[in-house]
């Protein structure tokens, strides 16, 4: 009986097997087909700067005084990028990005940043991020997954070749270091956002909300420690008047080469609850941008907080707060000279406000944040030789900065602080440049 039921499972699959064979399902053809004419679109940027500083001085520990350090001509890669863009599908599209800044920046010059000038200059990633569009043949939703900048700030989110002062307002470094540790602003993370356009195109809304891990001061920027808690940021833009935005992006322009008589306004928050460093932390910010023809201004104001504790005595932690304020002021003028030649004559001021007492320091460098006051003043010409992708630049920007309670040699903002060399005094510097996008 076994053998011949084990007989009849064999016949049974046999027929089963030959039939599948004679009638195979039908072959799958709904696979997301690749955009007609799709290839990727490399693209190379510079920022050529040849400049000479004055004033610049060094802290001296051994004589508790600064002490001059030679003027000089220096010239640098200020920025330098390597990428490519991509739109394989007709609802996704791709940006990378790599860097090479600061090559062959002199750290005693007046300008900010890092130096770059081992026997191989460094080349890292900048931005790689996937776009999605999640409705077809819209601009209303998109979600933004990678590596990138949380969509807080114009002046963060604005490129460096798109601004009209020779060096982006340095108040962004304030809230970049502020929401994801570090100087470039980047983190992984993803985002909802969309454009919504009236009909009649006169009014706009720019909406973008994210979520985002940076790595902040723990082990090596390698993890936030054994509290986690990611960053939330977002931002709210309305546009009116002649549009700002023709599709939704991550990257925004100041000048529309007197084609714009519109103004934006937007609002920006963003919070992260506990971790190593902090309880809670949270920024605020409102920006402005106005096109009036050949007029172009814009300026925001940021508001950065902190709340935690720090040991104190026998009973037990205290808690402490700190509050800072940063922003700044652009404004330029389109001239067209003999219908020739587009210049751009333009001015910036950049602040820095943040806890001037003894207490107050003290709390904001538990808090991992800046103290004292910073004022920067720019004004120079821009000679524009094609629109968005080839200018030149002559400009001076003189610096102050107040250290406040915290006395000479404090390293209590980034006036007074150089990577590799310690505490400083910046001094004020002429730069000649060129922005290239090709």
């Known amino acids: ?161 798109a601004v009209s002062s020779i060096e982006k307002s340095m108040s962004q470094n304030y809230l970049r270091r502020h929401l994801t540790g570090f100087g470039p602003g980047r983190a992984m993370g993803l985002n909802l956002g969309g454009l919504l356009q009236a009909s009649e195109g006169r009014v706009a809304i720019n909406y973008n909300l994210g979520v985002f891990t940076p790595p902040y001061l723990s082990r090596n920027g390698i993890t936030t420690g054994n509290r986690f808690s990611p960053v939330w940021a977002g931002r709210l833009a309305v546009s009116l008047g002649d549009p700002e935005w023709e599709r939704y992006a991550l990257n925004y322009n100041l000048n529309f080469y007197n084609q714009r008589k519109g103004v934006t306004f937007a609002l920006n928050g963003a919070w992260q609850g506990q971790t190593d460093v902090f309880r809670s932390s949270g920024a605020l910010a409102a920006d402005v941008l106005f096109n009036w023809g050949p007029w172009n201004i814009d300026g925001e104001i940021n508001r950065l907080w902190r709340e935690g504790e720090h040991p104190g005595g026998g009973n037990g932690p205290l808690a402490v707060q700190s509050v800072e304020y940063t922003g700044h002021v652009r404004g330029s003028y389109n001239w067209v000279v003999g219908g020739k030649a587009f210049l751009e004559p333009a001015f910036m001021v950049m602040f820095f406000d943040g806890p001037m007492d003894a207490q107050g320091q003290a709390d904001a460098a538990a808090l991992k944040m800046s103290a004292g006051s910073e004022k920067t003043l720019d004004a120079g010409l821009n000679w524009h030789l094609q629109q968005r992708r080839l200018k030149l630049l002559l400009h001076y920007t003189w610096r102050l900065g107040d250290a406040g309670a915290a006395g000479d040699g404090a390293q209590v903002n980034m006036y007074f602080t150089e990577s590799g060399v310690g505490a400083i005094r910046r001094g004020n510097w002429l730069g000649l440049g060129m922005h290239a996008i090709f």
Do not use: H
């Open 1 to 161: 009986m076994r053998c011949r039921l084990l007989l009849l499972t064999a016949i049974f699959l046999l027929n089963y097997g030959r039939a599948g064979c004679q009638e195979a399902p039908p072959a799958f053809d709904k696979w997301v087909k690749f955009k007609e004419g799709f290839k990727i679109e490399p693209f190379l940027m510079f920022q050529l700067w040849s400049l000479y500083s004055v004033n610049e001085e060094i802290y001296q520990s051994s004589a508790q005084a600064y002490e001059p350090v030679d003027d000089r001509f220096n010239v640098q890669l200020r920025r330098a990028r390597i990428g490519f863009r991509a739109q394989p599908f007709e609802d996704l599209r791709l940006t990378v990005l790599t860097a090479y800044d600061l090559i062959g920046r002199d750290a005693l010059t007046g300008t900010v940043g890092g130096t770059n000038n081992a026997s191989v200059p460094d080349l890292g990633i900048w931005d790689a991020f996937l776009e999605w569009r999640l409705i077809p043949k819209s601009e209303r939703l998109f979600l933004v997954g990678g590596y990138f900048r949380p969509q807080y700030s114009r002046e963060s989110i604005t490129g460096a070749w």
